[in-house]
């Protein structure tokens, strides 16, 4: 029945009552032995029988998501994803097509991928299963696979067993994906594979690579393809640094107008539901992920946006910080801004951003003695300092309005310590 293509039928209609187990060992010894037929090409041109998707669907249909009497769905296809994360660390030989080799990485994300979904479906405390050998998403384990049957138990019953979470196959499957991405311009829909930026052409140079890549491979390999929304979800599956990613997404924004390859494509929401130029929507989808991925209250992000648009471009953004990014810093760190500005130079932009900022905080005629912890609007007087000093004093028109305000500023700080201490 499974050769005719009628398993879904044998899965409803029989129950197998006192077969049970000779047909789930049949099914695994068919899973690993048709696996195996398929790595050699000694298939053929007829389609061969995917026996671990009836495996799993077997599994599935009798409520064994985990780890039943022998196995179970996800420890099956865990262990067929590791089988074929090995066939990916051997030579590639002549009869290798970029259809096969394309083909392999694909199966391998869909494996990881069945793998999560039947985790997912049971208890929290249940989303685990025990496999041969460490941790598959861990580079020493890659390089170090070795055959693994479907139980999961190599053949040699010395080695270590390890218990395999759901986050480690999530790890295994954001690898795995990034590998099909970066390779595959059409994906599979099944993938769920959704591309934020068109990316700069690439196929060749991962299709000779051994095995999964690196987690900071991958985050290169995405930032340099322009896959910048799998490259901030993987960055924060492996908690890699942010702030390179948004610095490279900055630079494309600062040339979105001169680049042909920078048009914007929203994985979100098609080109024409946002108005306005290709660099218009790129600052808007760079505002969007910064407020998603670096709004609480951290700013590595933020800085590294601000450092790259002050080393200017010949597009949109020519050394100017976007109005957003500066309202951004007098909310939750002005004194941070000024301090970049002056690191690059930029006395002007320092001296008109702590004048404004300077100016919306205290003004009005009294105080704001009735908010609290009302210190924290207080520019450091040692930057003020550092600041009036670069500026040369009333040398400028900009530095006799930064010395004015300053001296407005002084003043009311003065008269608000004095309240505060006093009360």
């Given amino acids: 029945m499974c050769e005719a293509g009628e ?6 209609r029989f129950a197998f009552v006192g077969l049970q187990d000779q047909v789930e060992d049949a099914l695994r010894f068919k899973a690993r032995a048709s696996l195996e037929e398929r790595l050699a090409g000694e298939s053929g041109d007829k389609k061969p029988v995917d026996y671990y998707e009836i495996l799993y669907a077997y599994y599935v249909q009798r409520g064994d998501f985990r780890s039943g009497k022998k196995v179970g769905a996800a420890q099956a296809m865990y262990t067929c994803a590791r089988r074929l994360d090995q066939e990916t660390y051997k030579q590639r030989s002549p009869r290798d097509t970029e259809a096969s080799v394309r083909a392999l990485y694909a199966a391998h994300a869909q494996a990881c991928l069945a793998t999560m979904n ?11 299963i025990v ?6 998403w861990k580079a020493e384990v890659r390089a170090n696979l070795t055959n693994i049957d479907i139980d999961g138990v190599a053949g040699d019953a010395s080695r270590a067993q390890t218990v395999i979470e759901l986050s480690d196959v999530r790890r295994d499957y954001a690898l795995s994906l990034s590998r099909v991405r970066l390779l595959t311009r059409d994906p599979p829909p099944s993938l769920s594979l959704s ?3 068109l990316p700069t052409p690439r196929t060749d140079p991962l299709l000779n690579t051994l095995g999964l890549p690196t987690p900071d491979d991958a985050l290169n390999a995405y930032i340099s393809a322009g896959h910048f929304d799998a490259a901030l979800s993987l960055a924060e599956e492996f908690s890699l640094a942010l702030p390179p990613v948004f610095s490279r997404l900055a630079a494309r924004c600062l040339t979105i107008d001169t680049d042909p390859r920078g048009f914007i494509a929203l994985s979100a929401d098609p080109p024409a539901a946002w108005e306005g130029s290709d660099a218009a929507k790129g600052w808007r989808l760079l505002r969007e992920w910064l407020e998603r991925h670096d709004g609480m209250g951290r700013k590595g992000c933020w800085r590294a946006v601000v450092e790259k648009c002050l080393e200017g471009g010949s597009g949109g953004g ?15 760190a002005p004194e941070e801004l000024i301090r970049i500005y002056l690191k690059q130079g930029r006395l002007e932009d320092a001296a008109r951003f702590a004048t404004r900022y300077i100016r919306e905080q205290y003004a009005g005629p009294q105080p704001l003695l009735a908010k609290p912890r009302a210190a924290t609007r207080w520019l450091p007087y040692a930057l003020l300092d550092q600041l009036l000093a670069a500026l040369g004093g009333r040398s400028t028109v900009r530095g006799a309005e930064f010395v004015g305000t300053v001296e407005a500023y002084l003043e009311r700080v003065r008269g608000e310590s004095g309240a505060v201490i006093g009360r």
């Fill in 195 to 197: 591309l934020s930026l």
């Fill in 131 to 136: 496999v041969a050998g460490g941790k598959g």
């Fill in 118 to 128: 039947a985790l997912k479906i049971v208890g929290p405390e249940y989303r685990w």
């Fill in 7 to 12: 398993f879904s039928r044998m899965l409803t």
């Fill in 318 to 332: 020519g050394g100017r910080v976007p109005e957003w990014v500066e309202v951004f810093y007098r909310t939750h």
